[in-house]
């Protein structure tokens, strides 16, 4: 239901740092808990992070706790990640999801998000 457009993905050094913005479309963002996963090669979907729709709420995977966070800006339908002290094992792709329910708290599993963007790649060198 909700279109998503994912931005900011590049090569990297470790350590360095990189932004990831999801732009959004239609007025509904505002309602819709969201999160990022990521996939690596040959593996599958892994969480990353998550807000629930009105941003009160965050949660991270342990992987990147305390490196990466979460805000959205509804002004501007737009989700981001702010990734520091980036790794190696951070290279992927990375995707914004979007919960098809509208005014759920926080949510982790790919399972309750129904819309997700075609993915950024985060490619970092060690």
């Known amino acids: 239901q909700v279109q998503l457009v994912e931005s900011g993905g590049g090569l990297v050094q470790a350590g360095d740092s990189l932004r990831l913005s999801c732009a959004a479309s239609?007025?509904?963002?505002?309602?819709?808990?969201m999160a990022w996963f990521r996939q690596a090669p040959g593996k599958e979907r892994e969480f990353v992070a998550s807000?629930?729709?009105?941003?009160?709420?965050?949660t991270y995977a342990d992987s990147v706790k305390g490196r990466f966070t979460i805000s959205r800006d509804n002004a501007k339908n737009t989700l981001y990640l702010q990734m520091t002290s980036l790794k190696p094992g951070d290279t992927a792709v990375y995707y914004c999801?979007?919960?098809?329910?509208?005014?759920?708290?926080?949510?982790?599993?790919?399972?309750?998000?129904?819309?997700w963007g075609q993915g950024t790649q985060v490619t970092v060198s060690s």
């Open positions: 239609g007025a509904i963002f505002s309602t819709r808990s």
């Open positions: 999801a979007a919960d098809a329910v509208p005014f759920r708290g926080i949510l982790v599993s790919a399972q309750d998000f129904g819309s």
């Open positions: 807000i629930s729709w009105n941003g009160r709420s965050t």
